[in-house]
């Protein structure tokens, strides 16, 4: 099967291989929120028929994850530099979830994203029968590159990360047609300091019934690396991984191979800010980037 390919407007892959390295990725990282600059949201939101909500683009500004395409090369690059016997296959996504979430089962019943404490796949505000055909196709196009990479790294012994940044605070607001409205609201200086302070690092591998799936040795290093600068990792306290992602797929079907999780986005970001493109900080990633590749040697 041959490798996916990078295709604009929906996935960017970028292979780094060590000198010594075998002709198979030894990791997947995939970022399937990597749509994170102003242009992602511009080059979809001038081709949709649909009426969005005036100033849908703060939206896509404090629910994208800001840090993680950054972060993920930076991972790539220490990991492959440190060990040359590796390499490392990263995709990130360039649909922005404002409109369709590639992270999700679009087959997913509303109820059971509320359950599982996360926005929709395919959004309310997307009413148009092309504007769905067009969000699809980009949708199945990113999924199938995803399908591809894993098919090529899992059966020879590889191993997956799914990297995620997301906002500091947990802010509860309905993913409705008033969304603008309610997060200027939760971000009000009075306000946004009320909402709870998320974890500086999460592993996203608890199920709904309260199983953990996370690979154990990886997370153990990872909690031991990161405590040294001092960060501080929890354990799902976010949210469980649930049956209405695509990551609860890749980790059922490859028990002990694949770490999911969520970097607070105040850790890369020069600085955090809700509503603008932000500026990942170069250092901050390299700061990160060590600990996560000393974790992750414990998958081989």
């Not at 939101?45 to 840090?67: I, M, W």
């Not at 980009?138 to 906002?167: I, K």
Request: proline share 9%; aromatic share 6%.
């Amino acid at each position: 099967m041959p490798a996916p390919s990078s295709r604009p407007h929906v996935v960017d892959v970028i292979l780094l291989r060590g000198s010594q390295a075998g002709p198979t990725p030894n990791l997947l990282i995939e970022v399937p929120h990597g749509a994170t600059r102003t242009a992602d949201f511009d080059d979809v939101a001038q081709r949709l028929k649909s009426r969005l909500p005036e100033g849908l683009v703060d939206f896509f500004h404090v629910n994208t994850d800001a840090g993680a395409p950054e972060l993920g090369v930076a991972i790539a690059h220490r990991l492959v530099r440190e060990d040359p016997t590796k390499s490392v296959g990263l995709l990130r996504c360039r649909v922005p979830r404002t409109f369709i979430d590639c992270n999700r089962r679009i087959d997913a019943s509303p109820e059971a994203f509320r359950a599982g404490k996360v926005t929709p796949g395919l959004m309310p505000w997307v009413t148009d029968d092309d504007d769905r055909a067009l969000l699809l196709e980009r949708y199945r196009g990113y999924v199938a590159a995803v399908d591809e990479a894993a098919a090529q790294v899992m059966p020879a012994g590889g191993a997956m990360l799914l990297l995620h940044t997301y906002a500091p605070r947990t802010v509860g607001v309905e993913v409705d047609l008033d969304i603008v409205t309610s997060l200027h609201a939760a971000y009000a200086p009075q306000t946004e300091p009320t909402w709870p302070l998320r974890p500086e690092v999460d592993v996203i591998g608890t199920t709904v019934e309260g199983q953990s799936l996370a690979p154990a040795p990886v997370v153990a290093r990872l909690k031991a690396a990161l405590s040294r600068l001092p960060v501080a990792v929890a354990d799902g306290e976010s949210y469980p991984l649930h049956p209405s992602t695509l990551a609860h797929g890749h980790v059922t079907r490859w028990p002990g191979r694949v770490l999911c999780v969520e970097v607070r986005r105040d850790l890369l970001a020069d600085p955090w800010t809700p509503f603008a493109e932000m500026r990942i900080s170069d250092e901050a990633c390299a700061r990160l980037a060590g600990p996560f590749v000393e974790a992750l040697r414990a998958f081989w």
